[in-house]
């Protein structure tokens, strides 16, 4: 059986899942990391870096899930409430979740660093509860969803300011195979 | 009979409430109660090695029991080169007149021995200068060469106990997180090291992700958060044998932020079910746990008082972070946070006094503590990022996890005085965050 492996951080992210979520329209300050990506990071849509399995050009791909559906949505501060961008996003991954049944999804909440980490770790349960309850009402069984928190343990961008922030207030789908849930 | 009078009165809140024990006559005391003055000059010559194989120990711990003094903020010591007369035998009576032209108003003697064994005994005295007599009497300790620095910590919690009238902090250890790597990948490893930073050893490797330790009320074991199951869960672990179990694994449940209450029985923590945090107690013994808030708000950070009849805890019920207090079993809240800002982490002191917590507010991150009636806040510290205080056992001291900003961040620990005065770095190997002290051993 085939088993796609989780990455194994979010640190791992490509530059491409980020040009995508610039692409896609919503409007993120990006946090660039010239040291991390280079200054010459051509989009190569064929190579995903060993990120997730698969082309982007195959629309049943975990690639393409990350990449061209949009395996992340944004909060503001403190909120969990899902914005119009963040429902458009997840109606994409509801229709992609029912497409491709065989994918069991992991909900992964997270946190900026303002905060306590106790508080953040129930923050981010509740942004990953908000996709979660949204991906339900939009007909992807429970059954095929889980979700964690990882409060502000794990930013995908490191600077202490907003423009780093608002990628960090996250929740991320990851998908796998026969995840067994 | 007038000798000078003194008496070193220190900044500890006005609410504190210190033993009513001022000097009539001036024996070497130090009051703990408010105003800030100069720290009390003390010297420790070199213990006296009573056999050759006591030669490094005899210096080594003086100076721990020197270093334990002068970390306090409460003291300060005359370095060795200003000595006039040295201490030759610790039987021979001590030449007062040579202390006090340095102004030496403490001083500790001591003697170590190492016996064939290789058994370990210090024994010390403490002398009031000034009034040219002992200061209680004579004591001795003994243990394993391994376990030296733990016979000066005991030394120095006695002359702290003497001088000051409260309990000691020294003969105590720190459980922490410690870390290593890139921020957004922290590995991060479960650690304990005695509370100044020595004898480091490792409870867990880094392969998952851990989360604040707590000490039990006996030391013996400590709680913590662990993603080993992939997801965050509470488990003990006995730190002699360095075994652990989980406590905590209701499916489709996270848990986190576990503390002990005051029998060592009960853990209190928070479980989050579909989204929501709430606050639930277990008994360790039978496993069977108890849902104590039950709200659609966030509900964290629970801490039982020592009489183990209240639990002070963290919610945003009202929209923003506060602070509230509840009966141990559950029940109505009253909220007593009452500043501007945002408060988390609440902890209570182990005499039952105050509340040590978290503050958010203007962008700035403060430890401070407030009565149990939330009046009488004072903010202790001011930075980026300050979280997570822990108490020392005499509930004099706060340690807690301060964080730099940017993409070279790292987590450190620091202590602070209730005062908020001898704001200081905990030495760790590297990096290192949620700091639990222990009780004293």
Redesign the interface.
Known sequence: MTRIVKRG???SKTFLSKAFILGAGLTLAACT?PDRFGSDSAVDLNNSAGSVAGSVSDPTSPAYFEQAVGDRVLFPVDQ?TLTNAAQSTLDAQAEWLLTNSDYDALIEGHAD???????N???G??R???V??YLVSRGVPASRL?????GK????????TESCYVQNRRAVTIISIGAGV | MMYRFMTIVLAVLALIQAPALRAQDGPLRIEITEGVIEPLPFAVPDFIAESSAANELARNIARVVAADLSGTGLFREIPADAFISPVTSFSSPVQFADWKAINAQALVTGAVNVDADGKVTAKFRLWDVFAGQELGNGLQFSGTQDGWRRIAHKIADQVYSRITGETGYFDTRVAFVAESGPKGQRAKRLAIMDYDGANVKYLTDSSSLVLAPRFSPTGDRVLYTSYESGFPRVYMLDIASVSRRILESQDGTMSFAPRFAPNGRTVVYSLIRGGNTDIYKMDIGTGQSTRLTSAPSIETAPSVSPDGSQIVFESDRSGSKQIYVMSADGGEARRISKGDGQYGTPVWSPRGDLVAFTKQSKRRFHIGVMRTDGSEERLLTASFLDEGPTWAPNGRVIMFTRETQGEQGQSRLYSVDITGRNLQQVSTPGGASDPSWSPLQ
């Open positions: 951080s979010p640190m990391s969990h660093e303002q905060g306590t980490r106790e508080y770790l129930a923050l349960a509740r990953a509860n908000s979660h309850e889980r979700v964690v928190s990882y343990e794990r930013p995908l961008e490191s600077c202490s």
